[in-house]
């Protein structure tokens, strides 16, 4: 995963953290319950962005995504923390 790619990553797990965080905050002493969210977190970003990913890049994941695609997977990230935050 390159620098870009892993910053992005980050950037979604973060975001949908965050998102949790407003509706079920876990105290910095649960690390078991901490380490959970983020789990789950990953899991279903993964099963969101394969949900979009188109079958091309899905099976070769060297490829870079197009700019039309990163706005797609950032609207995807941004509606999603905003239903999980009751915004929507």
Request: proline content about 6%; charged content about 25%; overall charge negative.
């Amino acid at each position: 995963m390159s620098e870009g790619t892993h910053s992005y990553y980050d950037w979604q797990v973060s975001t949908l953290l965050l998102a949790y965080d407003v509706v079920d905050p876990i105290t910095r002493e649960d690390v078991e319950a901490l380490a959970k969210r983020q789990q789950d977190v990953e899991l279903e970003l993964h099963q969101m962005v394969h949900a979009i990913l188109p079958a091309d890049y899905r099976d070769n994941p060297g490829r870079d995504f197009p700019p039309a695609l990163v706005i797609e997977l950032t609207r995807a990230t941004l509606r999603r923390a905003s239903a999980i935050a009751g915004l929507i």
